[in-house]
């Protein structure tokens, strides 16, 4: 991450217990993953706004200008056993500056402040664009795994935190020299280095060194020097006139310095220096903030240290540069997620107990929201041109000779369109909709699904099904002018219309209270909000303002929803 800005500390976090009960998930307050739980049925156990005239604070998250593409993907949230909530929110900060704003981001929101706000943002992505992936909350390591496109970061500890009084990973040299958490401060006009050894690149990519310098003193000048493998691969000469609210940043692609391009080596052999030349700081002092080294790649990220200042643990470089476009799944050590490039895409398993990375391309198009779940031996996720696999989790997940491939067209006698939801499993069942305005039931049967129904929509869908005893949720749409939400009878496949309030493109959340169902969900229009319906009456408990294109869906801890939208507004609702 090039770099963190932290608005204010917090404690560290503790996790609650996942249950069962009778057959039918129960969940703890964490909302880890999309839908809330590893069978992404989007259930709420701790209950949720149900008054009328629920309080809501619009939260504006940090970016730079505008876009239409801000928050496009769900939250993922926590309860601490002190009964504090946050939510992390992975999402796109448009325009990216110098200083370390815009780009790709992940946010934390502490949800129950008197007035909700934002905890920190860190830089992800050092490029603008869609951010569609839900990432996934480890909330026993402390960690989230972000999946995301463009520029990543490789340099380990570039937020420089101690460890044992040192900065880790680092090696530092000068004079003048005094190591603090998250800075190296210099006193006087020193010559300094940072040092850091065996970073993994891949030559020919695009690649970019970053480093942010906190000026103390005035009059101060500097000559910052990147290089890699020993090769000059940035370098800029400041004075006061480029200072930026009290730094100075150096920001480069290896491109713009001659013979750089080709400096990275294949191996994890590459090392990093910055040599910062300081003059004009006589009795005063410097910060080194951050030192960074971005590689242009999809990849999967670990945030660590989210309870105080978080920083890159490893990223996982995925091939062929496709936009990760599912939420993250975890399921012991392995990690899965589908790519998208237009017509093609690949779906991945990777294993961090032995870092090897799993691919399976079929060749009948990519994957978009299409989420996978885990049932005993065998993983379940939707494709692009309406297809539906199963593969055998581990060693054998890319052996096309085994595992299943389910032609929907084939199987239900219909055109089904794209398979663009995650799959939900409820009591033996895989449910998900498709946009040809379908419905669709399997059982897993150990990794040969076969078809239970399928019902006919109102109209296209991409919403995972939320299943509460016989009732089935999911929104439709049409455009972004007309949908809503319709229930499924699991017995009957009778399918009745609930809600109309506009285009329903996210999943519907359901809070059982008083034997009503409550759904929450939001519209994906120019007038996008959130929304609270008695499904039993089908009338209208509360919506948000009308705001802009709200695509995703919420997430709920401790009976507190979250969602977002394109303007980079973050709603929070309690």
């Excluded at 690149?201 to 695009?206: A, H, M, Y």
Aim: net charge negative.
């Amino acid at each position: 991450m090039m770099k963190f800005k932290l608005r204010k500390p917090i404690a560290a976090l503790v996790t609650a217990a996942m249950v069962a009960s009778m057959g039918i998930p129960a969940f703890a307050a964490d909302w880890p993953t999309y839908q809330g739980n590893d069978i992404h049925n989007g259930i709420l156990t701790d209950g949720a706004p149900t008054t009328t005239s629920p309080s809501v604070t619009q939260i504006v998250l940090p970016h730079n200008g505008s876009g239409w593409d801000g928050v496009d993907s769900a939250a993922v949230m926590e309860t601490t056993g002190d009964g504090d909530t946050y939510a992390y929110v992975l999402y796109d900060g448009y325009t990216v500056k110098e200083d370390g704003s815009g780009g790709g981001r992940l946010a934390k929101i502490d949800c129950t402040a008197s007035t909700p706000h934002v905890v920190w943002d860190a830089q992800i992505t050092q490029s603008s664009g869609f951010q569609l992936s839900s990432p996934y909350l480890d909330v026993e390591d402390r960690s989230i795994y972000v999946g995301a496109s463009g520029y990543n970061q490789k340099a380990t500890n570039d937020n420089l935190a101690l460890e044992a009084g040192v900065t880790k990973d680092w090696t530092v040299s000068g004079s003048g020299i005094t190591m603090e958490a998250n800075k190296v401060i210099v006193s006087g006009d020193e010559t300094v280095t940072m040092t850091q050894a065996n970073i993994d690149l891949e030559n020919g990519k695009k690649h970019r060194s970053a480093t942010g310098v906190k000026i103390n003193g005035s009059g101060v000048g500097m000559t910052v020097t990147a290089k890699l493998n020993g090769t000059v691969v940035g370098e800029k000469t400041f004075t006061s006139a480029d200072l930026i609210d009290g730094h100075y940043y150096l920001n480069k692609n290896f491109d713009d310095q001659s013979s750089a391009a080709e400096a990275a080596v294949l191996t994890g052999a590459n090392t990093l220096e910055f040599t910062y030349e300081i003059s004009g700081n006589t009795g005063n002092t410097v910060e080194i903030e951050y030192c960074s080294l971005y590689e242009q790649k999809t990849s999967i990220t670990k945030v660590v240290d989210i309870d105080a200042t978080p920083t890159t643990d490893w990223s996982l470089a995925v091939p062929n540069n496709a936009q990760i476009n599912t939420p993250i799944v975890k399921d012991g050590d392995y990690i899965y997620f589908g790519t998208w490039s237009g017509h093609a895409g690949t779906y991945y398993q990777y294993d961090m107990g032995v870092e090897e990375l799993l691919e399976y391309n079929p060749g009948n198009g990519g994957f978009y929201w299409a989420g996978a779940v885990v049932d005993e031996d065998y993983v379940y996720f939707g494709g692009d041109n309406g297809y539906l696999y199963a593969r055998p989790v581990g060693d054998d997940f890319e052996d096309v000779s085994q595992g299943s491939v389910i032609n929907l067209a084939t199987a239900g006698g219909v055109s089904p369109g794209n398979v663009r939801s995650t799959i939900s499993l409820v009591d033996g069942h895989l449910y998900f909709t498709s946009q040809g305005g379908y419905i669709w039931s399997f059982t897993p049967n150990n990794g040969t699904p076969t078809l239970d129904w399928k019902a006919e929509l109102a109209a296209t869908s991409t919403s995972t099904p939320t299943v509460v005893g016989n009732d089935i949720y999911v929104g439709y749409y049409a455009g972004f002018s007309a949908g809503g939400v319709q229930k499924i009878d699991k017995t009957s496949h009778a399918v009745t219309t609930i809600a109309t309030p506009g285009p329903v493109q996210s999943s519907v959340l359901v809070n059982t209270d008083g034997g009503v169902n409550y759904l929450y969900f939001n519209t994906n229009s120019a007038t996008g909000a959130g929304y609270c319906y008695n499904a039993s009456t089908g009338t209208k408990v509360w919506q948000t303002q009308g705001d802009t294109y709200a695509l995703q869906g919420m997430a709920s801890s401790n009976g507190i929803l979250t969602f977002g939208n394109d303007y980079d507004h973050f709603y929070v609702v309690k």
